[in-house]
């Protein structure tokens, strides 16, 4: 049964019952959550919560924030529980079957963009192939930073092609976007090529995995997990993707923050050229290798 004080209120009331909720639960940040819980619900922006604060909300809709706050609180990411992400300038439709996009791969996003216009690719006919798409997140980015680049974007998992494939289309970039079910470059057809390979592929260790956040172990383990060493995919990436690339082509992966040292040494001995690129924190997670010339 519904006490009286979670169906009725203003916009100001029923935000800061969400918040008191979360803190009695113990969940962490309770204030910006319950704000962002609401403003999902609303489809508002933040100042619009606070501008708005009198306007009285229907049960149905405080009833619902209710719910959400209840899956927050036993753990399920805030993303998860609206549907979607942000990431760059685009809202990208995610669920338990793809890893929610994070800033940290912007990051990625940016430097691929970057490098095809240091190449003087980026206002060409550039193809780029996207391993590991997920919620087809840097497929997207790239396809609609460079207008003129074709993009293949591959994942194993049919669930998260789907996902890639509405928001590609939903951003209006899916006319250039082939999806393809694929373990990395296994179902990949021999001889295409690519002037850029882009992944951020799962980088976790066995025991890396004990350790994560319990609202990160929602996330899909395939998406996390690389093996117990947690360099398992960056092992094949080294290995495979040189048959993949033009001349002169070149790989961006996003990597763990404690992996530069060991992921350059892994493609070095793999015969590439490697380059780190440190995230806005100062740690190490964009690698970037070409072929030894």
């Known amino acids: 049964m519904k006490t009286r004080n979670e169906s009725t209120?203003?916009?100001?009331?029923?935000?800061?019952?969400?918040?008191?909720?979360?803190?009695?639960?113990?969940?962490?940040?309770?204030?910006?959550?319950?704000?962002?819980?609401?403003?999902?619900?609303?489809?508002?922006?933040?100042?619009?919560?606070?501008?708005?604060?009198?306007?009285?909300?229907?049960a149905v809709q405080v009833?619902?924030?209710?719910d959400f706050l209840r899956q927050r609180a036993e753990g399920i990411p805030s993303q998860y529980i609206l549907g979607q992400a942000e990431f760059m300038d685009f809202t990208l439709k995610v669920g338990p079957a793809v890893l929610i996009p994070r800033p940290e791969t912007e990051l990625l996003a940016e430097r691929s963009i970057q490098d095809l216009w240091e190449r003087h690719l980026g206002g060409a006919e550039a193809d780029i192939l996207d391993v590991g798409t997920g919620s087809g997140n840097?497929?997207?980015?790239?396809?609609?930073?460079?207008?003129?680049?074709?993009?293949?974007?591959?994942?194993?998992?049919?669930?998260?092609?789907?996902?890639?494939?509405?928001?590609?289309?939903?951003?209006?970039?899916?006319?250039?976007?082939?999806?393809?079910?694929?373990?990395?470059?296994?179902?990949?057809?021999?001889?295409?090529?690519?002037?850029?390979?882009v992944s951020n592929p799962p980088y976790l260790s066995e025991s890396d995995m004990r350790e994560i956040a319990p609202e990160v172990a929602k996330e899909p383990r395939g998406a996390l997990l690389a093996g117990p060493r947690g360099t398992e995919c960056l092992e094949r990436l080294a290995k495979e993707a040189g048959l993949f690339l033009k001349p002169g082509g070149r790989m961006l992966i996003e990597i763990g923050s404690a992996q530069g040292r060991a992921a350059g040494d892994l493609f070095a001995s793999n015969g590439w050229d490697c380059r780190i690129f440190k995230d806005y924190n100062g740690l190490d997670r964009v690698l970037s290798v070409e072929r030894k010339q």
């Open 63 to 66: 009833e619902k924030y209710f």
């Open 138 to 197: 840097l497929a997207i980015s790239l396809a609609s930073y460079l207008p003129k680049a074709s993009v293949c974007a591959v994942d194993i998992s049919d669930e998260a092609l789907e996902i890639a494939r509405l928001n590609s289309m939903r951003h209006e970039v899916g006319h250039r976007i082939q999806f393809l079910k694929s373990d990395l470059f296994a179902a990949i057809p021999a001889g295409l090529k690519f002037d850029l390979i």
């Open 9 to 58: 209120g203003t916009v100001r009331e029923v935000l800061n019952k969400g918040v008191e909720f979360l803190r009695e639960r113990k969940t962490g940040e309770p204030e910006i959550l319950a704000e962002r819980l609401l403003q999902g619900l609303l489809g508002c922006k933040r100042f619009e919560l606070y501008l708005n604060g009198d306007r009285e909300l229907a």
